[in-house]
T-cell receptor, first 112, second 119 residues
Framework: GDSVTQMEGPVTLSEEAFLTINCTYT??????LFWYVQYPGEGLQLLLK?????DKGSNKGFEATYRKETTSFHLEKGSVQVSDSAVYFC???????????FGKGTMLLVSP | DTGVSQDPRHKITKRGQNVTFRCDPI?????LYWYRQTLGQGPEFLTY????????KSRLLSDRFSAERPKGSFSTLEIQRTEQGDSAMYLC?????????????????FGPGTRLTVL
């Protein structure tokens, strides 16, 4: 079945540091890939997505590129801010299906 | 606020009791999903509706669980004879899928969740 594996956290960074959160997936079809973010006390929000190979999703300075050859969708940001502290979830929906399969989440803590 | 809402936000119950949660999706959305999230894990799919029809159920949804969306608007999730293992955050999400589409790749909008604690 489908699965998503993401790096374990917490990831602890200083403000303005470079961020990478790794995400790899297993799917039977051609999935769409997502990053969702959960800020403290809030619900899940879509951060970015990519629906086909080599697409790059971007939002709020975050980027992720759909790499079919490595089955990966790593999240990156060039300069993190304290306000980026949250839990980040990588997810997929397999082709023909809309239900989401999530990774376990990675907590990001950014200190001033 | 026109987002997804869930009620109650917190529920504490004793083992063996029945509980019911409600989800109000974004009004024009035709798909409604239920997920369960336990501590340290990502959300896991439970079931989803297209309008009032329940189209898919996960094997996680035991026969103690039942979900309805009677008029294609709000939905309820009922857990009968609760067990301590049912303690989790129950998340509702909604999306708009065009007629004939699969919905794959569509953004799902999540509510704040209902946290269930079974004592």
């Amino acid at each position: 079945g489908d699965s998503v594996t993401q790096m374990e956290g917490p990831v602890t960074l200083s403000e303005e540091a470079f961020l990478t959160i790794n995400c790899t997936y297993t799917a039977t079809g051609y999935p769409s890939l997502f990053w969702y973010v959960q800020y403290p006390g809030e619900g899940l929000q879509l951060l970015l997505k990519a629906t086909k190979a080599d697409d790059k999703g971007s939002n709020k300075g975050f980027e992720a590129t759909y790499r079919k050859e490595t089955t990966s969708f790593h999240l990156e940001k060039g300069s993190v801010q304290v306000s980026d502290s949250a839990v980040y979830f990588c997810a997929l929906s397999d082709s023909g299906y809309s239900t989401l399969t999530f990774g376990k989440g990675t907590m990001l803590l950014v200190s001033p | 606020d026109t987002g997804v809402s869930q009620d109650p936000r917190h529920k504490i119950t004793k083992r063996g009791q029945n509980v019911t949660f409600r989800c109000d999706p974004i009004s024009e959305h035709n798909r409604l999903y239920w997920y369960r999230q336990t501590l340290g894990q990502g959300p896991e799919f439970l079931t989803y509706f297209q309008n009032e029809a329940q189209l898919e159920k996960s094997r996680l949804l035991s026969d103690r669980f039942s979900a309805e969306r009677p008029k294609g608007s709000f939905s309820t999730l009922e857990i009968q004879r609760t067990e301590q293992g049912d303690s989790a955050m129950y998340l509702c999400a909604s999306s708009l899928v065009i007629y004939g589409g699969t919905g794959a790749g569509n953004e799902q909008f999540f509510g704040p969740g209902t946290r269930l604690t079974v004592l």
